[in-house]
T-cell receptor, first 119, second 109 residues
Framework: NAGVMQNPRHLVRRRGQEARLRCSPMKGHSHVYWYRQLPEEGLKFMVYLQKENIIDESGMPKERFSAEFPKEGPSILRIQQVVRGDSAAYFC?????????????????FGPGTRLTVT | GIQVEQSPPDLILQEGANSTLRCNFSDSVNNLQWFHQNPWGQLINLFYIPSGTKQNGRLSATTVATERYSLLYISSSQTTDSGVYFCAVEPSNTGKLIFGQGTTLQVKP
């Protein structure tokens, strides 16, 4: 059973360019979460999506950042006009999202992350 | 919002030693997970443990939800256990995980 896939693993962008980060959830998972880990900081929640819906984007900066999880294809985190402060590791997680008898259904599994460097 | 505090922040052990990591949280939670972030940055699921006790090899975890804390036990530590251990909780029915600041563990040979 393939895990959560993220690409690219490393991304270098110049200030002002756009960054697109992709996440393919585990097979059968319909809930996707994005987190950001800034240097020397812990992980911070950004956005929670289900297929074609944004459930909670309370952790995402209001400007320049957007996320989607289309009916077909991976989830995309898009950062427009990147600045040096956007340099971080971006992690995607997925879950089945259904509270049920099995812990497995609700547990979040993380991808390997995309390390964004803005020069 | 909910606060998650982990202790100790840093821990150095000799190979073979045992340790206990603690996670306190300030409000009731739906879920609690422990992760190990290895030196390559990957987040490895250790336990999904909103309550009770679980064991997996040399690792075990206990969550006492009514007292709002969880403990991660590492026995007979190995150098490969080095890295950062994160506790993360999900406030009720929100879906999102709130992470503690982590415990950085270094196991020396």
């Amino acid at each position: 059973n393939a895990g959560v896939m993220q690409n690219p693993r490393h991304l270098v962008r110049r200030r002002g360019q756009e960054a697109r980060l992709r996440c393919s959830p585990m097979k059968g998972h319909s809930h996707v979460y994005w987190y950001r880990q800034l240097p020397e900081e812990g992980l911070k929640f950004m956005v929670y999506l289900q297929k074609e819906n944004i459930i909670d984007e309370s952790g995402m900066p209001k400007e320049r950042f957007s996320a989607e999880f289309p009916k077909e294809g991976p989830s995309i985190l898009r950062i427009q006009q990147v600045v040096r402060g956007d340099s971080a590791a971006y992690f995607c997680a997925s879950s089945d999202g259904l509270a049920g008898a099995s812990d497995f259904l609700y547990e979040q599994y993380f991808g390997p992350g995309t390390r964004l460097t803005v020069t | 919002g909910i606060q998650v505090e982990q202790s100790p922040p840093d821990l150095i052990l000799q190979e073979g030693a045992n340790s206990t990591l603690r996670c306190n949280f300030s409000d009731s939670v739906n879920n609690l997970q422990w992760f190990h972030q290895n030196p390559w940055g990957q987040l490895i699921n250790l336990f999904y443990i909103p309550s009770g006790t679980k064991q997996n090899g040399r690792l075990s975890a206990t969550t006492v939800a009514t007292e709002r804390y969880s403990l991660l036990y590492i026995s007979s530590s190995q150098t490969t256990d080095s890295g950062v251990y994160f506790c993360a909780v999900e406030p009720s029915n929100t879906g999102k995980l709130i992470f503690g600041q982590g415990t950085t563990l270094q196991v020396k040979p």
